[in-house]
């Protein structure tokens, strides 16, 4: 692939089935702070200086924005 192409293709970030397991737990839990409480999680994680720990809850949050969001423009609903 050249430079050019590289420059247009999009970021895409993926997560396991497991986070988003545990984004629906927080939800279910916390509603509209599911968010705020993943994030205070995770930020105590890099505080602890793991980062393991720490990239799991970034993947958890990504899946609760994922599953709180609404459509994008032009996507297909389910």
């Known amino acids: 692939m050249s430079g050019d192409e590289d420059a247009v293709r999009l970021a895409r970030y993926e997560v396991g089935i497991d986070s988003y397991r545990a984004a629906k737990i927080l939800i279910d839990k916390h509603g509209a702070e599911a968010s705020a ?6 930020q105590e994680l890099v505080d602890l200086g793991d980062e393991a720990g720490a990239g799991t809850w970034a993947d958890i949050l990504f899946a609760i924005g994922e599953m709180q969001r609404g459509p994008r423009p032009g996507e297909a609903k389910n």
Do not use: K, L, P, V
């Open 37 to 42: 409480a993943a994030s205070r999680r995770m």
